[in-house]
């Protein structure tokens, strides 16, 4: 059974930075597609963004692209998402999520084409 847990959340000023890491157990990660999504208050599930096996195709929502950078570190089970000049907006909590797809390079931002999620990391950023 794959097991995901996250980390890196906390509380951030506006303009900040945090980097959130999720590591993965259980499976075979480097054949994981792996994504980012966020839910805000009382908002649905979000895309926020994805990285395929090799990590050299990367796909970001548009309100996060120059802001944030999704990696992996295939021998280290491990997927970050570096968050720069954070924005109030960006409050929620975050889901690291592997993806069932096998297609490597239309990568998926549908969140029922995930079947394994972490926890959830609380990302709060004051104005």
């Known amino acids: 059974q794959v097991q995901l847990v996250e980390s890196g959340g906390g509380l951030v000023q506006a303009g900040g930075s945090l980097r959130l890491s999720c590591v993965v157990s259980?499976?075979?990660?480097?054949?994981?597609?792996m994504g980012w999504f966020r839910q805000a208050p009382g908002k649905d599930l979000k895309f926020v963004a994805v990285?395929?096996?090799?990590?050299?195709?990367?796909l970001y929502e548009d309100s996060v692209k120059g802001r944030f950078t999704i990696s992996r570190a295939n021998l280290e089970n491990t997927v970050s998402l570096q968050m720069n000049n954070l924005k109030p907006e960006d409050t929620a909590v975050y889901y690291c999520?592997?993806?069932?797809?096998?297609?490597?390079?239309?990568?998926?931002?549908?969140?029922?084409?995930?079947?394994?999620w972490g926890q959830g990391t609380q990302v709060t950023v004051s104005s």
């Open positions: 259980g499976g075979s990660f480097g054949n994981y597609v």
């Open positions: 999520a592997k993806s069932y797809s096998i297609d490597d390079y239309l990568l998926t931002t549908d969140p029922g084409e995930f079947d394994s």
């Open positions: 990285i395929n096996r090799g990590a050299h195709i990367t």
